[in-house]
């Protein structure tokens, strides 16, 4: 006879692993702002390549986004063309003639990813080579002087922007009056609190500083890269990144090897979550082997061509997936040549194997090229693994003119804007005063030539002969 009494204990045991697989999916991120907009789509909404949904913003744009324009003209695909096979997403672009901007409500304040999406198009209407314009976010410029002749064929550029109202307002700004604005897609995701912390440690030739205040910074992605492992798509990302290969960065290998992990990744209270970075990218890795005759005394780097002018925030991902054992792994790390953590030892720091861990360096960009390298350390095991490295991302930083794209301001960009679209009025407004002012001096010099023969006196030398002559 079965005992009863085993069955709901049986029951409980055999839904555990659902129940904490439940827990696992429900305590991921969800954005409080969340707006995805197909911009020039008249329909309903559009299913991307990473099945995520976009609201055409011809008809259907949510009561939380509001678009302000004057001229905008929406294009479907029937109307250009589009080379190869692409996302439905880009099947529509909205045109602007004039100054417009998007108006996005924003219920979370604190850092949001925005993402604008362009693709190039074909169309008897519209010529590519006239696409030149501005692109500015609540005081911060974002594309300066962007242009449709010279962009790829596909170019997304992401940026994490610091929101302190209850709204975030994107403009674009057609260069000169024959020039035109465009956009396809764009995505406004409130960030997890720890996507962007507020400190970093600041590294140069003079050694390593603290410093803060660096999340209300605006900054653009530059680079992000899943080291030793495949191409990360946003359909497994829950931010919806793309992380990708190291191998077109990686300057010197020295016989390094890959590493990939089959088991579970460890996240910790506290440390760095599944937002800061993916299971993917903890779960691969590129490694320094020590050699059998004693430490491998080789360096991995990677370089990123930069703009110089600007500081970037440069993210290293760690996660040791290589170690036998806890406690065996110690190595350097180097931005731009200059030590930033000397005798790594990332037992120390997350007690556990296969624990992430990341940290953030800010660095002047400097000489079109910024350097990442790992290494051995004086702690290195004569065996084993001698380094290794997981991911990198680099960010550039707004300048002082609070400008990702130049030494220019939004504000004069504004003004700039402005005054080309009252140029008319001005010049007909300095007409008219003009004719005003003199016609004011005509008449004054006719007034004082009409007063002096009204009152000049008779001659007083006219003799009386002369004067009864006149009269005869």
């Not at 049986?10 to 697989?21: A, D, G, N, V």
């Not at 096979?85 to 529509?92: A, G, I, M």
């Not at 997304?156 to 020039?179: C, G, H, Q």
């Amino acid at each position: 006879m079965v005992n009863s009494s085993i069955i709901p204990a049986f029951s409980f045991l055999s839904l555990l692993p659902l129940l904490l697989l439940f827990l696992e999916v429900s305590s991921s991120f969800t954005p409080t702002d969340h707006h995805l907009i197909n911009c020039g789509s008249s329909a309903p909404s559009t299913i991307d390549a990473d099945h995520r949904k976009f609201f055409g913003d011809e008809s259907s744009l949510p009561h939380s986004v509001r678009l302000s324009a004057s001229q905008t003209i929406p294009l479907t695909d029937l109307e250009f063309k589009l080379s190869g096979d692409v996302s439905p997403l880009y099947n529509s672009v909205r045109i602007f003639r004039k100054p417009s901007k998007y108006t996005f409500r924003v219920k979370e304040k604190g850092a949001h990813l925005v993402r604008l999406h362009f693709h190039r198009f074909d169309s008897s209407n519209f010529d590519l080579s006239d696409a030149q314009f501005h692109v500015l976010a609540d005081g911060y410029l974002l594309l300066n002087e962007f242009s449709g002749l010279t962009m790829k064929s596909l170019e997304i550029r992401e940026y994490i922007l610091w929101v302190d109202s209850d709204k975030l307002e994107l403009s674009f700004k057609p260069l000169k009056k024959f020039n035109f604005g465009f956009v396809n897609a764009i995505e406004v995701i409130s960030a997890p609190r720890d996507l962007i912390l507020d400190s970093a440690q600041f590294v140069d030739s003079n050694g390593v500083i603290k410093i803060d205040g660096i999340s209300r910074s605006a900054f653009e992605t530059m680079f992000r890269v899943n080291v030793g492992g495949a191409k990360v798509t946003p359909f497994n990302d829950s931010l919806w990144r793309t992380w990708t290969t190291d191998d077109g960065y990686l300057e010197s290998d020295h016989g390094s090897k890959e590493a990939h992990f089959g088991g579970k990744i460890k996240y910790q209270l506290g440390g760095a979550s599944r937002e800061v970075a993916p299971d993917n990218v903890y779960n691969s890795a590129r490694v320094v082997s020590a050699s059998s005759s004693g430490v491998a005394k080789e360096y991995l780097t990677w370089g990123f061509p930069i703009v110089d002018g600007y500081k970037y925030l440069v993210r290293t991902h760690f996660c040791d997936i290589a170690s036998p054992v806890l406690g065996s792994l110690y190595f350097n790390v180097y931005v731009n040549g200059d030590m930033s953590i000397e005798n790594l030892d990332l037992s120390t720091i997350t007690n556990s194997l296969a624990s992430p861990y990341y940290a953030d360096f800010v660095v002047n960009g400097e000489n079109g090229v910024i350097t990442v390298s790992i290494g051995h350390s004086k702690g290195s095991s004569s065996s084993g693994v001698d380094a290794l490295l997981n991911g990198i991302e680099v960010f550039k930083m707004s300048n002082s003119m609070n400008s990702l794209d130049g030494m220019v301001s939004a504000k004069s960009i504004l003004r700039r804007c402005r005054g080309g679209n009252s140029s008319f009025l001005v010049l007909v407004v300095a007409a008219v005063g003009l004719l005003v002012a003199a016609s004011v001096v005509l008449r004054k010099r006719l007034m004082a030539a009409s007063d002096s023969v009204a009152w000049s006196p008779l001659p007083v030398d006219i003799s009386e002969v002369s004067l009864k002559s006149t009269y005869l």
